[in-house]
């Protein structure tokens, strides 16, 4: 069974920094590209970061370039997010997503497996 | 970067037929993914390839695509139906987007 669990998620204050993590299992993690997808309260998905296989193409959403980093270790099965320099709309629920990828032959730019997310609250 | 645009809000009764759309110039060269998300639990996809379904998800959801729109659509809408629908898509230079949303709400 595939499973994904985020940890790290708390309140920290503006400007403030915060360490995401999310461990897998079920699955041959280091043959896929990860992600992080966040939701602020009451509002639609956003797409953060992605990160390959073997860290070899990192991308990140212009809103969170330059204060996030996105990381990944296959031999612990974890991907990471290093939040830092904090803002209030920083606040949401922050999933890791699995990429399907290649998919015979052809590439899928999908999220086929999530976890159940980590509440990130950015407040004085 | 670029939008994906769909109507906030869809209201059906129970056994119609609820359609969704999702628009974009991108969707006439991409593929469309569509999501559906209850309160409190993460995204579980339900069509992929503009058409396709998963595995476990009910053969009431389908999708189709016409130049720059893609839509889903429920049949036979059942109560367990009402969530959040997102549509997403992506091009391999990892511009990944998703739709604004729509809510379904089942009267």
């Known amino acids: 069974e595939v499973q994904l669990v985020e940890s790290g998620g708390g309140l920290v204050k503006p400007g403030g920094s915060l360490r995401l993590s999310c461990t897998v299992s079920?699955?041959?993690?280091?043959?896929?590209?990860m992600h992080w997808v966040r939701q602020a309260p009451g509002k639609g998905l956003e797409w953060v970061s992605s990160?390959?296989?073997?860290?070899?193409?990192?991308y990140y959403a212009d809103s969170v370039k330059g204060r996030f980093t996105i990381s990944r270790d296959n031999s612990k099965n974890s991907l990471y997010l290093q939040m830092n320099r904090l803002r209030a709309e920083d606040t949401a629920v922050y999933y890791c997503?699995?990429?399907?990828?290649?998919?015979?032959?052809?590439?899928?730019?999908?999220?086929?497996?999530w976890g159940q997310g980590t509440l990130v609250t950015v407040s004085s | 970067s670029y939008e994906l645009t769909q109507p906030p809000s869809v209201s059906v009764s129970p056994g119609q037929t609820a359609r969704i759309t999702c628009s974009a110039d991108t969707l006439s060269k991409q593929y469309a993914y569509w999501y559906q998300q209850k309160p409190g639990q993460a995204p579980v996809l339900v069509i992929y390839?503009?058409?396709e379904r998963p595995s476990g998800i009910p053969e009431r959801f389908s999708g189709s695509s016409s130049g720059t729109t893609v839509t889903l659509t429920i049949s036979g809408v059942q109560a367990e139906d009402e969530a959040d629908y997102f549509c997403?898509?992506?091009?391999?230079?990892?511009?990944?987007?998703f739709g604004t949303g729509t809510k379904v709400t089942v009267l």
């Open positions: 997503a699995k990429e399907r990828g290649l998919w015979f032959g052809e590439f899928l730019y999908y999220f086929d497996y």
């Open positions: 079920g699955f041959t993690f280091s043959s896929y590209t």
């Open positions: 390839k503009d058409t």
């Open positions: 990160i390959s296989s073997r860290s070899g193409n990192i």
């Open positions: 997403q898509s992506a091009d391999s230079s990892a511009n990944y987007v």
